[in-house]
């Protein structure tokens, strides 16, 4: 096989039958470990497999792509770039996707290379055609063009390429095709932007984030919704938050906020803007930013005690991003009363249809019930107990009740809300005076499928984990729960079978 592939390699110019010698050099070619591969590409003239693709036959070309691919996945991306400049931009044309598609794979194989990308930054015409890439037809081809063009931009000269020069006409023409398009532009800018502030310094100068800026606030309520989730994107950076700051852009949003009432179109939009504070307060500081906005916290109180269920859902996942850590923790509690009302309805809702609400509830609860180990200070924990009650009359038989549920998901949900509280001591009290609830975490029969078994392994992890619940639990119980943590999730009890002198 090896001697068929490389005789039929060193004449692959000269194939006189193309799609039976094709066929079988691709068989040839696939069984060839890449050692073998590499050690011939001196020899190889692949720019006649490349030359082969410049038919109008649709098997030639997807044969030849196949053994492309192959046989590229051997050669280093510096020799690539330097023997085929040509033939990538020719790929980079070509009207067969598949074609294009080993093109700008290879292309990204080329910017991960510290001395290959140098070539591109080299060859004006070969990184045009990345940046046209961008507006092409086929998503995948758009976003391989995306990142190898990010990664370009990860060195100063490739900053200075694409933004102080005329390829930043070339960008600006790109997102001149299509509305999908400008906003892929805007994701090419904010991941850019993201690496570091001379990144955005360079994007800013551009006019491109300016511009990104000015659909945030324009009067087109579908292009708003878009655009807020790239201007979040840009927020998880301290320069990206610094920026946004300095230049008013968050006041801007929370306005937008205050002035949504009156709007009757507000549903499109409202929901990515409120989801922006909310990641905005989690990687900056909760107290800050609903001390410095309160409209946030108001609008997201609103949203939940509210009845459409979309925005219910969108508040719900918003209180469990502020709620992850003790800070946002703190935040709520200031709210006194009216959250722990909030909560109530949330429990309402976690057994109430939609199901997709549900679990988005549950989830919520788990995330604001969680303390790590470190925090767990006698306040703290006189927090989360008091809203557990909050959450219903029952709470955990509320939760169990869910579990015992034949839905995967809503089961899943509620023993992660069991293991957001295992490691608390007011709650394994409450575990070990519920009859039949200890029993229930080691039954390893009522979980019916990985994910269950999973989740139900990660309550048990949490709880051998606790410091307290030895002696909360007592040592039976703690030595049953250290077996099945021993045992794993997957485990199943050996049943032996005893035969029986004139049994059928």
Known sequence: MAAEALELLARVSRLEEPLEELRALRVAVQALPLSA??????????????????????????????????FLQAVDPLYVIQNFREELQKGLFHPDDSVKLLTIAQVGRIV?????????????????????????????VAKEAIKSLSRIAQTQDGLEALFASSFLVDLKNVMATSDVVRYRVYELIVEISSVSADSLNYCANSGLISELIEELTGDDVLVRATSIEMVTSLAYTKHGRQYLA??????KISNIIIGADSDPFSGFYLPGF?????????????????????????KVFGMAEGHDPTMIGVAVDTLAILGSNVEGKQVLQKAGS??????????????????????????????????????QTEDLLGMTESWFAALSSQPLELFRSISTQPFPDLHCGALRVFTAIANQPWAQKLMLDSPGFVEYIVDRSVEPDKASKDAKYELVKALVNSKTIAEIFGNQYYLRLRAYLHEGPYYVKAVSATAVEGAE
């Open 274 to 298: 409120v989801k922006f504070f909310g990641n905005l307060a989690i990687v900056d500081s909760p107290q800050q930013i609903c001390e410095q906005y309160p409209v946030f916290m108001e």
């Open 112 to 140: 991960e290379n510290s001395d290959a990308v140098r070539e591109i930054l080299n060859n004006p015409e070969l990184l045009r055609q990345i940046i046209y890439c961008i507006g092409g037809e086929k998503i995948a």
């Open 246 to 251: 300095q230049q008013g852009i968050i006041d």
């Open 338 to 375: 009216r959250f722990e009302h909030l909560l109530n309805r949330i429990g309402h809702q976690a057994k109430n249809p939609p199901a997709e609400l549900r679990l988005r509830c549950l989830d919520a609860i788990s995330s604001l019930l969680y303390l790590p180990p470190d925090q």
């Open 37 to 70: 591969l590499r050690e011939r590409a001196p020899d190889i003239r692949l720019g006649s497999l490349f030359a082969l693709l410049n038919v109008n036959d649709r098997e030639q070309v997807a044969l030849c792509v196949s053994i492309l691919e192959r």
